[in-house]
């Protein structure tokens, strides 16, 4: 199933609204937040008025059960399904957008009749606020008024005991260097994203969170230039797979799929970036 998705989801991208992110000199991107949701249609509505993402208008998407919006260096794709708990418990804890100007969101997505939980000053010494969609997805607002969109992803972020191991695995895996975000030191960024890894002012050092798969927030996923080497690096260094490389036939897609030591599962694509 997880393939069929991806068949569905690679063929039906809509390549008008941006393209991923520059890779890496190592080939390496962000992709994409996969999300499962009791109401694909609601979370679809508020995505794009309220975060001005932009759905695939390819015809058959719908039929395979998934839906894709586009944002500029990343997408989100909708999965209809019940899940076994939103981002809150789980290691990927919320995911993160750079609004042009908070107020102004947090005064139109109160004027819908949804609440802001909370709102404060941010790691970055500028206006935070936090919402949570449908399905317990967390996510933070981040002030940016340099921004030349309305809105932009920004971060996703990992809540474990383990984060500097998680942190220290990442860098290795994925070929990146650690830079500190405002006052949270142990933070990277690949292409399109910024990766944090942090407890709550160091608390709740005895935290069990649970792994992503079943929950809201399901996987995420990177695009990798020349996957198959990648692929075959991260086999010698002892990774174990849940997707073996292949190549999706017709459509000149590769992918493959593994999870990470918290439990976060990871799909790689090579192709992603051509639709």
């Given at each position: 199933?997880?393939?069929?998705?991806?068949?569905?989801?690679i063929?039906?991208i809509?390549?008008?609204?941006?393209q991923?992110?520059v890779?890496?000199?190592?080939?390496i991107?962000?992709?994409?937040?996969?999300l499962?949701?009791?109401?694909p249609?609601l979370?679809?509505?508020?995505w794009?008025?309220?975060?001005?993402g932009?759905?695939?208008?390819?015809?058959?998407l719908?039929?395979?059960?998934?839906?894709?919006?586009?944002?500029?260096?990343?997408?989100?794709?909708?999965?209809?399904?019940?899940?076994?708990?939103?981002?809150?418990g789980?290691?990927?804890?919320?995911?993160g957008?750079?609004?042009?100007n908070?107020?102004?969101?947090?005064?139109?997505?109160?004027?819908?009749?949804?609440?802001v939980?909370?709102?404060f000053?941010?790691?970055?010494?500028v206006?935070?606020?936090?919402?949570?969609?449908?399905?317990?997805?967390?996510?933070?607002?981040?002030e940016?008024?340099?921004?030349?969109?309305e809105?932009?992803?920004?971060?996703?972020?990992?809540?474990?005991?383990?984060?500097?191991?998680?942190?220290?695995?990442?860098v290795?895996?994925f070929?990146l260097?650690?830079?500190?975000?405002?006052?949270?030191?142990?933070?990277?960024?690949?292409?399109?994203?910024?990766?944090?890894?942090?407890?709550?002012n160091?608390?709740?050092?005895?935290?069990e969170?649970?792994?992503?798969?079943?929950?809201?927030?399901?996987?995420?996923?990177?695009?990798?230039?020349n996957?198959?080497?990648?692929y075959q690096n991260?086999?010698?260094?002892?990774?174990?797979?849940?997707?073996?490389?292949?190549e999706?036939?017709?459509?000149?897609?590769?992918?493959?799929?593994?999870?990470?030591?918290?439990?976060?599962?990871?799909?790689?694509?090579?192709g992603?970036?051509?639709?």
């Amino acid at each position: 199933m997880r393939l069929l998705g991806w068949i569905s989801l690679i063929f039906f991208i809509n390549p008008s609204y941006g393209q991923l992110a520059v890779p890496s000199d190592s080939g390496i991107a962000f992709g994409h937040v996969h999300l499962k949701v009791t109401d694909p249609e609601l979370h679809t509505k508020l995505w794009v008025d309220h975060f001005g993402g932009v759905v695939s208008q390819q015809s058959g998407l719908a039929d395979r059960g998934l839906t894709a919006i586009r944002f500029p260096n990343l997408f989100i794709i909708l999965e209809e399904g019940a899940s076994s708990g939103g981002t809150a418990g789980s290691v990927m804890d919320h995911i993160g957008f750079k609004v042009r100007n908070i107020e102004d969101f947090l005064a139109d997505w109160r004027a819908a009749g949804y609440t802001v939980d909370r709102e404060f000053i941010g790691s970055e010494g500028v206006p935070n606020g936090y919402v949570t969609m449908p399905d317990g997805v967390w996510v933070e607002l981040q002030e940016d008024q340099g921004l030349n969109v309305e809105v932009s992803g920004y971060h996703i972020h990992y809540r474990t005991p383990m984060f500097v191991e998680l942190l220290d695995w990442y860098v290795d895996v994925f070929d990146l260097e650690i830079r500190p975000r405002g006052r949270i030191e142990t933070t990277t960024n690949v292409p399109g994203m910024n990766m944090s890894f942090a407890l709550p002012n160091g608390e709740w050092t005895d935290l069990e969170t649970a792994p992503t798969r079943g929950r809201s927030l399901d996987h995420i996923g990177f695009e990798i230039d020349n996957l198959e080497a990648f692929y075959q690096n991260l086999v010698n260094k002892g990774i174990e797979f849940d997707v073996e490389f292949r190549e999706i036939e017709n459509i000149a897609v590769k992918v493959a799929a593994f999870t990470d030591p918290s439990g976060v599962r990871i799909e790689l694509t090579e192709g992603l970036d051509q639709y």
